[in-house]
């Protein structure tokens, strides 16, 4: 009886490393809940120039350390001085009403 217990957990062990996968990241970038790449923190403004182009719209620094905003439509790149602090994904955001 032990024998079969022994192969059965064996099988079980060998299924269940098969069933690991791989994450492939793409450096400055991540995926948000729906997909939509979004520019990684730490990454600097023109580098999220060169992969993601020209905002919509830009927000003038505010504050100090000072905060700058770019709208990409779908989502807002935050920038403390010239480096992503966070983005946002704007189609998962649930908006008070």
């Not at 299924?15 to 994450?23: G, I, M």
């Not at 060169?50 to 905060?67: M, Y």
């Amino acid at each position: 009886m032990s024998t079969i217990r022994n192969i059965v957990l064996t099988t079980l062990l060998m299924a269940s490393c098969a069933l690991q996968a791989d994450t492939l990241t793409i450096p400055g970038h991540y995926e948000s809940d729906n997909g939509i790449a979004l520019p990684q923190r730490g990454i600097s403004m023109e580098r999220v120039l060169s992969e993601f182009g020209e905002p919509i719209d830009r927000k003038a620094a505010v504050g100090e350390p000072p905060i700058t905003e770019w709208d990409y439509g779908d989502f807002r790149v935050y920038f403390e001085f010239q480096t992503v602090l966070h983005s946002v994904n704007l189609k998962t955001m649930i908006m008070p009403q």
